[in-house]
């Protein structure tokens, strides 16, 4: 079936810099690509989404690039900051009518 | 305010307790979902329905029911909880071919 690897499980950044989140999926016909933070005792919130016609996505520090040849999609996020310290979960689907298949989560430390 | 929520946020109780942890939501949402989730890890879908009286278990094996007569309301239910149960649960819901997942904030389960 399929299958969102999440890669690192843990990583560390000095506040300022920047972090990258990889996840690679294994359905080809995947075509929506979320990505959700949940903060220490918090509810998981969609930060980011991208779709398959689209190959980058920017909100102000943080952008989701997207690789359907290589089916695989990143999350980046610039001059970090220690509100972004949380678990980042990336997902994917083959549409609403199919369930969100989920990356295990990066937990992102960053550090002053 | 729409919003999901989740009651009670924390609940211990003792081996062999019928247990049911309340959703709702008042966002007139379809679908619905109930996931597992070990503090800060992965996302394991254990229900889900589109609408009333449409319920499907999800892929992690569970020995819980739901059930959905209202649109706003999907409890999910333990007959005889165990040790094994002890978990978050956080309740979720989308509409229609939007696929943003809204979080409840999560009943933290201890089975003793």
């Known amino acids: 079936g399929e299958n969102v690897e999440q890669h690192p499980s843990t990583l560390s950044v000095q506040e300022g810099d920047s972090a990258v989140i990889k996840c690679t999926y294994s359905?080809?016909?995947?075509?929506?690509f979320p990505w959700y933070k949940q903060e220490l005792g918090k509810r998981p919130q969609l930060i980011i989404d991208i779709r398959s016609n689209v190959g980058e996505k920017k909100d102000q520090r943080i952008a989701v690039t997207l690789n359907k040849t290589a089916k695989h999609f990143s999350l980046h996020i610039t001059e970090t900051q220690p509100e972004d310290s949380a678990v980042y979960f990336c997902a994917a689907s083959k549409g609403s009518n199919y369930q969100l298949i989920w990356g295990a989560g990066t937990k992102l430390i960053i550090k002053p | 305010e729409a919003d999901i929520y989740q009651t009670p946020r924390y609940l211990v109780i003792g081996t062999g307790k019928k247990i049911t942890l309340e959703c709702s939501q008042t966002?007139?949402?379809?679908?619905m979902y109930w996931y597992q989730q070990d503090p800060g890890m992965e996302l394991h879908l254990i229900h889900y329905s589109y609408g009333v009286n449409s319920t499907e278990k999800g892929d992690l094996s569970s020995e819980s029911t739901v059930s959905r007569i209202r649109t706003e309301h999907f409890p999910l239910t333990l007959e005889s909880a165990r040790p094994s149960h002890t978990s978050q649960y956080l309740c979720?819901?989308?509409?229609?071919?939007?696929?943003?997942?809204?979080f409840g904030s999560g009943t933290q389960l201890s089975v003793l």
């Open positions: 966002m007139g949402h379809d679908k």
């Open positions: 979720a819901s989308t509409e229609g071919s939007n696929e943003k997942l809204f």
């Open positions: 359905d080809s016909a995947s075509n929506y």
